[in-house]
């Protein structure tokens, strides 16, 4: 194998990969079913009372 050859292999195969681990992740992230995970941890900082204020 020559350099160049690796060097589309890579690229090629690389872009691929990179492109199925991102459509992986925004799959899992607007399931209809993890809808309740993420509205519960955008309300967490607002749930969370502080005994005093900021100062």
Same mark, same amino acid.
């Given at each position: 194998?020559?350099?160049?050859? $690796?060097? $589309? @292999?890579?690229?090629?195969?690389?872009?691929?990969?990179?492109?199925? $681990? @991102?459509?992986?992740?925004?799959? &899992?992230? *607007?399931? /209809?079913? &993890? &809808?309740?995970? *993420?509205?519960?941890?955008?309300?967490? /900082?607002?749930?969370?009372?502080?005994?005093? /204020?900021? &100062?």
């Amino acid at each position: 194998m020559t350099h160049d050859t $690796v060097l $589309v @292999f890579s690229k090629t195969w690389g872009a691929i990969y990179l492109l199925v $681990v @991102f459509l992986a992740a925004v799959v &899992r992230t *607007y399931w /209809p079913s &993890r &809808r309740k995970v *993420y509205d519960d941890a955008a309300q967490s /900082p607002l749930d969370h009372q502080e005994d005093q /204020p900021w &100062r």
